[in-house]
């Protein structure tokens, strides 16, 4: 027996493949993987087709770039009305006033030929007499003339002069126009140096001006990454998000967690490694994010200091994955992770368009809303870019430095929060998420609708890891109604009250048999009724009792097998024994721990295995990768886990299959891993719940195989729909019906007390036309199934007088009897004579066979099914082949007819109705045997009798119901014995 690992090495050897498995599941999802990884490539791509676009706008103007040595402009044109970006046709380069002064004229028409580069057209320009015709036209005319020009001659030397311009600067494509530069300039120094040769008479008199800007600082400009920044980085942590939340809600959707759970996990190790991978990740996204920054060559990532970008991009995402922990709590469906990321992205979005224009983040806004903004870390994110932007808006700026992180940058005036303020609110915020999740994980209910209480962690016990972990069902917002006691009612069956009897007397006597590897103690399950308040209306279900009190013991190195219809109770009861439902009665004790208590239970763990009734299997990761994950989980030594696996693979024959993964495996395949995953660890007792469902009739015998070789050195206990499966290896074989026990034995103990004994299959010979009956008898009904066919009576009678036995079945082509037990010493003579007069009978074959398991299975289950039917009153409808309807409780056997009554038949008609089990497990009428005097002794059941209404009539043609007279089976099949 190899010593497995407990505590904090088991705890380490768990975490280590629980984190394999995160790094595997991330291989096989390459796509979102990458996604997760390189989103940042094409987001910094779009940010830094943004700040193209914006420098580009900004080419035609030096107000944002720094300008240390400004170029003169000397003696500028003056530009052609054309040239203006908002112009409207017809345009003049310029107008004047003074029209008719000769030498003003003069003056004038010099502005116009000596214009540098290019001599004015007479038609580009206006003149007026007066100023105010210049204004007049100016204010009907806008747009159509840069500037004009107005001359006074004052005397012979004296010359003045104004100028008028349209002062507003436009912009047009990106490009600025600076009217000062554009036109008033160039118009001025025409004006002036024409107005100088014509004082001094000098007509090529030198006039040189020059101009010049001021050398200036750029002016503060847009930083795309400050302001689109926050969306885009919040949508590269939003593939991480959704992926991480889909990741933890499928694990519990799919109830692999809680199969973790069963098999040992612990809860810590869970945790840690779903953080380890996350940290990874997020490192890394968060390298890449910078790095390609860096490689765009933005001032943002090249001026900021690499340490303080990083830590903002990780700890922002770091604390997205603590937020993702928490909301994976709230949501039961892994489809729904897309709709949450996109909703927690729209609200990002906008609280950060906010953000971004100011709000909370200055002196003038109350503390209070700057802490509930900041419990949103987009929020945060926001504001941390602005800042890092305006660091390196210009050249200028040198960026936050590391050790700059926790002062305000000169650039901020009103600054409440630092870079370094920042950091702590990531990370003092994703701890309060991390606790949260834990928290919410605990006491919203799993997969299994089972949760702890809301004050779980007030419990000391909780910490000390010696309970306090109980569970409760039902939502935190939903009241469980009161439970109704279970009625105690004494087992029907005497080999159930013997087992039970056996129980109770060890418990009394608290002996501990060693062999016995399960004691079931009264366990009962009761599924408690809940008031769900919804907005609108209350939905109120009551409690179910889906075990009503289990008395049993399971012996080690031996199989259990329970059986029952569908909804019997089964997979309750084991769920109540793995601990993934909590008992609400009773109590069992597996290898004498109890499942009461959580201590009990973390011990219990340790040792079984679980088969659970669906494959509960990552679809990504191969046999091979489950096994070792699961060998991992219940603490094999790490040496041996390799030999193991591959011991197990090749038991359930999968060794040539172990690298398939398990998406791509057969339903078999499937079935054969969870097989080998109960197995592996070499566990005291291990539950099978349908094991070989869905496997074909080869793979299902090999099974077997496995099943019955691991039946050594441990219990097992196994629920199955399969008889054959049942009785070949059931040492013990108990069948469950409606929550209880109702027979518990070997199967031939079980076939002999609820099997009818043997069964004997005539089969005739096609009939022969015009033959009438031997004897004249005439049956009442059964005309239609060959009841009146000569051959047929005459087989009746036969076996009525040798064996006192009547069909239990018949139609034309066979009749079917069943013979009890005890007529088994007639029986080699019976045949043999039987066989002899096979010509005179017309018979072509006839067969016997032992009553099968299945038999003494639905005789089980319609006794079950009659029990609640009377109790409940749960009726269903007989047609007799007479044509008569009958109202008959599920489950009943034998029926007598009300009205069939007569002098020489006191106690009239009855027939023996046939049940089979439709797909979804319910009891349905498969036919009824004829018409047969109901025996003197059979005596109704009186629950079923009341109210007997009257026959059947007709009545304007509408048929009526009666309700059948139903009799106690036991009477009647002692009657057909004796
Ligand atoms: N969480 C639950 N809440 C309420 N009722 C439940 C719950 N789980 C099971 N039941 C009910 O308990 C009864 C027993 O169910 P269980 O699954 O144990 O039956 P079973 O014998 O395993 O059936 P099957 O053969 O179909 O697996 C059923 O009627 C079922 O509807």
């Known amino acids: 027996m190899v010593e497995v690992l407990r ?66 402009l000397v003696s500028p044109p003056i530009p052609p009305c054309e040239d203006k970006f908002y112009v409207k046709q017809p345009c003049y380069d310029f107008i004047y006033s003074g029209k008719g002064n000769p030498r003003i004229e003069d003056i004038v028409s010099k502005i116009m030929s000596n214009n540098p580069g290019r001599p004015i057209q007479t038609d580009k320009v206006l003149s007026f007499v007066t100023r105010k015709e210049v204004d007049d036209w100016l204010f009907k005319h806008p747009m159509q003339v840069p500037g004009a ?57 030198s006039w040189t001006v020059g101009l010049k800007e001021f050398a200036h600082p750029a002016v503060r400009t847009f930083s795309a990454v400050g302001i689109v920044g926050p969306t885009f980085f919040l949508a590269i942590a939003m593939f991480a998000f959704v992926f991480e939340i889909g990741a933890l809600v499928a694990e519990k959707e799919l109830k692999l967690r809680q199969a973790m759970s069963t098999m040992g996990l612990y809860e810590t190790a869970y945790w840690l490694s779903w953080l380890t991978w996350e940290t990874v990740t997020t490192f890394i996204s968060s390298l890449f994010i ?23 991009f990780f700890l922002f995402q770091i604390n997205m994955v603590g937020l993702a922990f928490l909301i994976s709590t709230f949501i039961s469906k892994a489809s729904s992770a897309t709709t949450v990321g996109f909703s927690i992205f729209i609200v990002g979005f906008l609280t950060q368009l906010v953000t971004t224009f100011g709000f909370p983040y200055t002196d003038s806004t109350s503390m209070i809303y700057r802490i509930v903004w900041s419990l949103f870390s987009p929020n945060l994110l926001a504001k941390a870019l602005k800042t890092l932007g305006d660091a390196t808006a210009t050249s200028e700026d040198s960026g936050i430095s590391w050790s700059g992180r926790s002062q305000c940058p000169v650039t901020e005036t009103d600054c409440v929060i630092t870079i370094a303020d920042i950091y702590t609110w990531f990370v003092a915020t994703f701890f309060l998420w991390f606790l949260l999740a834990l928290y919410f994980d605990n006491i919203i209910p799993n997969a299994s609708g089972v949760r702890k209480s809301c004050f779980y962690f007030l419990n000391p016990r909780y910490w000390t890891g010696r309970g306090g972990g109980k569970v409760s069902e039902g939502g935190i917002c939903s009241c469980t109604g009161a439970i109704p006691p279970l009625e105690d009612t004494n087992p029907d069956d005497e080999d159930v009250r013997e087992e039970e009897s056996i129980v109770k007397q060890q418990m009394a006597e608290g002996s501990n048999d060693p062999n016995i590897a399960v004691q079931i103690r009264g366990l009962a399950k009761t599924y408690p009724g809940t008031l769900d308040m919804g907005c609108c209306k209350c939905k109120r279900t009551s409690p179910y009792h889906a075990v009503k009190g289990l008395w049993v013991n399971f012996a080690k190195d031996q199989l259990f097998c329970l059986l029952g219809p569908n909804g019997a109770g089964k997979t309750t009861a084991i769920n109540c024994l793995t601990g993934n439902t909590p008992v609400t009665g009773g109590d069992a004790l597996i290898y004498g721990y109890s499942v009461r208590s959580s201590l009990g239970m973390s011990n219990i763990r340790r040792s079984i295995g679980v088969c659970p009734q669906f494959d509960i299997l990552w679809e990504e990761l191969s046999g091979q990768e489950h096994l070792h994950l699961f060998a991992s989980i219940k603490g094999l030594p790490p040496a041996t886990i390799k030999s193991v696996v591959d011991k197990s693979l090749a038991e359930v024959k999968l ?51 496995i099943i019955e070789n691991a039946k050594k050195g441990r219990a097992i206990v196994l629920t199955t729909h399969s008889m054959e499966e049942a009785d070949i290896l059931g040492d013990r074989i108990a069948i469950m019906a409606k929550g209880k026990l109702r027979c518990i034995g070997t199967s031939i103990r079980l076939k002999s007390r609820f099997g009818t004994g043997f069964i004997a299959n005539v089969s005739f010979l096609e009939s022969t036309p015009g033959q009438t009956p031997l004897n004249g008898q005439t049956l009442r009904n059964g005309e239609a199934n060959g009841a009146t066919q000569p051959h047929h009576v ?15 079945e018949e139609n034309k082509s066979f009749l079917t009897f069943v013979i009890p037990h005890e007529k088994e010493g007639q029986l080699t003579k019976f045949f043999e004579e039987l066989q002899d007069r096979e010509r005179e009978f017309g018979i072509s074959d006839i067969q016997l066979g032992l009553t099968t398991l299945e038999e003494v299975f639905l005789n089980i289950a319609k006794r079950a099914e009659l029990e609640s039917a009377v109790a409940e009153g749960t009726l269903v409808t007989l047609t007799l082949t007479s044509g008569l309807l009958l109202e008959i409780p599920r489950g009943a056997r034998y029926v007598g007819i009300p009205g069939t009554e007569s002098t020489e038949n006191p106690r009239g008609f009855m027939v023996e109705v046939y049940w089979e089990q439709d797909e979804t497990g319910a009891l349905c009428i498969s036919g009824h045997s004829p018409e047969s005097t109901v025996p003197r002794n059979a005596q109704p059941i009186a629950a079923a009798t009341t109210p007997v209404l009257t026959r059947q009539r007709s009545f304007l043609g509408r048929t009526q119901l009666v309700h059948g007279i139903i009799f106690d089976p036991s009477e009647i099949e002692g009657s057909n014995r004796r």
């Not at 010359?159 to 118009?187: H, I, M, W």
């Not at 002036?192 to 001094?200: D, F, T």
Request: proline residues 4%.
């Open 7 to 72: 505590g904090v090495p088991l705890l380490y050897q768990q975490y280590k493949a629980l984190l394999k498995k995160n790094l595997l599941l991330s291989w096989r999802n390459k796509r979102s993987t990458f996604m997760q990884l390189f989103s940042s490539l094409f987001f910094i791509f779009l940010i830094f087709a943004i700040e193209k676009a914006i420098s580009s706008r900004f080419s035609g103007t030096s107000t944002y770039e720094n300008v240390f040595d400004p170029e003169a």
């Open 149 to 205: 020009l107005h001359f006074n001659v004052r005397s012979a030397t004296v010359l003045s002069y104004g100028v008028q311009t349209n002062s507003t600067a436009v912009r047009k494509r990106g490009n600025s126009e600076d009217p000062t530069f554009k036109f008033q300039v160039p118009l001025q120094i025409a004006a002036e140096r024409e107005i100088a040769r014509s004082l001094l008479q000098v007509p090529d008199f």
């Open 290 to 312: 910078v790095l390609f920054g860096m490689m765009f060559q933005f001032d943002f990532f090249l001026n900021n200091s690499f340490g303080v970008l990083f830590f903002v």
């Open 794 to 808: 005459a087989v009746k009678q036969f076996f009525k007088q040798h064996l006192d036995v009547v069909p239990k």
């Open 655 to 705: 060794a040539n299959a172990a690298k398939v993964r398990a998406g791509s495996c057969s339903g078999g395949m499937k079935r054969r891993l969870s097989v080998a995953i109960a197995l592996i660890g070499d566990p005291k007792l291990v539950f099978l719940d349908e094991p070989t469902t869905g496997m074909d009739p080869i793979t299902r015998r090999h099974v077997w195989d």
